[in-house]
Nanobody, 125 residues
Framework: QVQLVESGGGSVQAGGSLRLSCAAS??????MGWFRQAPGKEREGVAA????????SYADSVKGRFTISQDNAKNTLYLQMHALTREDTAMYYC????????????????????WGQGTQVTVSS
């Protein structure tokens, strides 16, 4: 059974940092990614990684501020977030895909069949 469990969310002031974690179990992935959804908005891809080679993709809105990484020994995915703004406030989800695609790690949610329950990130000014 595939399980993705996020942790690390919380409340932080603008300009602060948070690190999200996603513990994965039950299968072997080709891609893992972080997505977020704010109230009233569509779910958007934030960052993704090819787990077998570490190629990454980032949304333009987080480039230079967020870093996706993995610890294969711990089967854990991370999202280090710096310089947070109120616009980063959202529920953050971890997602995974077992099979490889051509091109860079996808940031569209349609390519990811496995999802965690999410962890809330709230940034206040």
């Amino acid at each position: 059974q595939v399980q993705l469990v996020e942790s690390g969310g919380g409340s932080v002031q603008a300009g602060g940092s948070l690190r999200l974690s996603c513990a994965a179990s039950g299968y072997s992935s080709a891609y893992m990614g972080w997505f977020r959804q704010a109230p009233g908005k569509e779910r958007e891809g934030v960052a993704a990684i090819y787990t077998q080679g570490s190629t990454t993709s980032y949304a333009d809105s987080v480039k230079g501020r967020f870093t996706i990484s993995q610890d294969n020994a711990k089967n854990t995915l991370y999202l280090q977030m710096h310089a947070l703004t109120r616009e980063d406030t959202a529920m953050y989800y971890c997602a995974a895909r077992a099979t490889k695609l051509s091109g860079p790690p996808p940031l569209s949610s349609v390519y990811y069949p496995y999802w965690g329950q999410g962890t809330q990130v709230t940034v206040s000014s």
